[in-house]
């Protein structure tokens, strides 16, 4: 049953020894002698060539197969490994046998040849890992996993499960989707019940019995898992998290899903300087990574994004404008260039001032104290140093309860990392160790210490400095890949009116 894998034959010597091979046919060539199929296995990102001679009289059987062979059936080969004749491909298959394992009628089957645009390939994804983008993106996806664990494996990190199901809200931003084995119906019906009795119930907790909950309790699905992380770090020093985490944001954008992959490493014994250090370390660790070990998707990506520059008719998802700037130089220089040499490291402070010097170009205009929005995210990453910059020493009032407050009471020790094309790829901060001004904080808040009393317990045993950082998985392949939309990097996005299959 079992046959080598298409990315194995090409690497291996075209000596004439026979192979088999199995896969799915993106095209079919015919012409009055000869016959070519293209087939995908999904190892990598070239098909491998079949080829057969319509006139060999042996060849009769597999000309019988070939009403059946469109683009997407599947099918189980076996030829001669030969040296391939054609420009681009070293070797290719002398087909001697064709089996048909599935066919796809053309007729009925979605994925035809011809290019389909992205929109239409969200709506088919459970199809779309068998075209060439969605193939490359679903491999260097996987490669920079196995990245993440290696760089963090190598400097003595340990992976730490953090819960999904929580009873916190570690962002303190209530974005969380709640979950509950209460039936929302039958509460309705128990309010319009008791309203039919003539009774009042004055407040929603006379009705939603939160103690009858599965686990006794209001949970959600986690938004970062941050806090856990904090509790192993202190007393393991360095972990780092690897797993989805979830926020009911209603944001439509290119940037946002509801369902995202971070990763999240926390080390004790690190300031911000440290923390800052890590990150920018460990991203250029990943594009070196995907420029290495990806190195034929990474290509693709590279022609894409050239092609699609230089026609300027297709206009990108997104915002055109954003890839321009690394564009230039194309993908694969551009985060060459990035992996060598310094990010920009900047305090808040300083990045306001250097917008309010361009408020002309601002929508939003900037002042000290506001949130930097994409466009200032961009400005400062395209116009300003054309590189990605490090932001740190936010205001206190938009940034969460737990990071450290500054000697001037106002700022706090984040960390945002900011890449051109893309805004905020890293949130990050020193966090709070001290745990008077931690309370404070959480009562500025509006937060609830009794519902936090474990993480403050870190602060009353044993209290070290220590500093993290979250990654968002998404959208560091977004900047890796030079895809524009995030619903296109995750197999199957979760976003506002958006979870289908
Ligand atoms: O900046 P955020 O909210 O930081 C945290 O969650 C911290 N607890 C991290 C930490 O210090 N351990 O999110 C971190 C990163 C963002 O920079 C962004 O890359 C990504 O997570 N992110 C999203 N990605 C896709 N869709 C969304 N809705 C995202 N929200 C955040
Ligand atoms: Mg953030």
């Keep these: 049953m079992k046959t080598p894998l298409i990315k194995e034959l090409l690497a291996s010597p075209a000596d004439s020894r026979a192979v088999a091979v199995s896969g799915w046919v993106r095209t079919k ?262 420029l290495d070990k990806c190195a034929e998707d990474m290509r693709f990506f590279d022609e894409r994004i050239k092609r699609e520059l230089m026609n300027s008719d297709v206009s990108r998802e997104g915002n055109a404008q954003v890839f321009d700037a690394r564009s230039r130089r194309g993908l694969i220089d551009t985060l060459r260039g990035v992996a060598d040499s310094p990010f920009q490291r900047v305090t808040y402070t300083e990045a306001v001032a250097e917008l309010e010097k361009n408020r002309d170009s601002f929508e939003f205009k900037p002042f000290w104290g506001c949130d930097l929005q994409s466009e200032h995210e961009k400005y400062l990453t395209e116009q300003t140093y054309r590189k990605p910059v490090i932001v740190t020493d936010y205001p206190k009032e938009i940034k969460a309860f737990y990071m450290k407050l500054n000697g001037d009471g106002k700022t706090v020790r984040a960390l945002d990392v900011l890449v051109p094309g893309l805004g905020e790829i890293i949130g990050g901060s020193q966090r709070e160790e001290d745990c008077g001004a931690l309370l404070s904080r959480m009562t500025e808040c509006g937060l609830s210490p009794d519902d936090y009393w474990w993480y403050l317990d870190l602060r009353r045993f044993g209290t070290v400095p220590h500093s993290g950082f979250g990654l968002g998985f998404e959208r560091l392949l977004m900047y890796v890949t030079g895809m524009t939309n995030i619903r296109d990097v995750i197999p199957y996005p979760r976003a506002p009116r958006q979870a289908d299959f």
């Design 29 to 290: 060539r015919e012409s009055k002698n000869l016959v070519f199929l293209q087939v995908s296995d999904g190892s990598c990102f070239s098909p491998i060539q079949l080829a057969f001679d319509r006139s060999g009289a042996a060849n009769a059987a597999l000309e019988r197969q070939l009403p059946r062979v469109t683009t997407g059936a599947s099918v189980r080969a076996t030829g001669r490994l030969v040296p391939s004749p054609a420009a681009g491909q070293v070797a290719e298959i002398a087909l001697e046998t064709l089996e048909v394992l599935g066919e796809a009628p053309a007729d009925s089957y979605p994925l035809q040849k011809k290019g389909h645009s992205f929109e239409f390939l969200r709506e088919n994804a459970h199809l779309r890992a068998r075209t060439n983008t969605f193939g490359a993106v679903a491999r260097v996806r996987s490669q920079l996993s196995f990245a993440v664990h290696s760089f963090f494996q190598e400097r003595g990190f340990q992976y730490f499960s953090a819960p999904i199901i929580t009873a916190s809200d570690a962002e303190g931003a209530g974005e969380m989707f709640q979950v509950t084995t209460l039936s929302l119906e039958k509460l309705a019906e128990a309010g319009v019940l008791a309203g039919a009795k003539g009774k009042r119930p004055e407040t929603a907790a006379e009705l939603v019995r939160y103690e009858k909950d599965f686990f006794g309790r209001r949970t959600s699905l986690t938004v970062s898992g941050q806090l856990a992380g904090e509790t192993y770090a202190a007393a393991l020093s360095r972990i780092y998290t690897f797993g989805p985490t979830f926020r009911a944001e209603n944001s439509n954008t290119a940037r946002h899903i509801a369902e995202f992959w971070m990763i999240e490493p926390e080390m004790s014994f690190y300031d911000l300087d440290d923390d800052a250090a890590l990150a920018e370390e460990f991203i250029k660790y990943l594009l070196n990574w995907a």
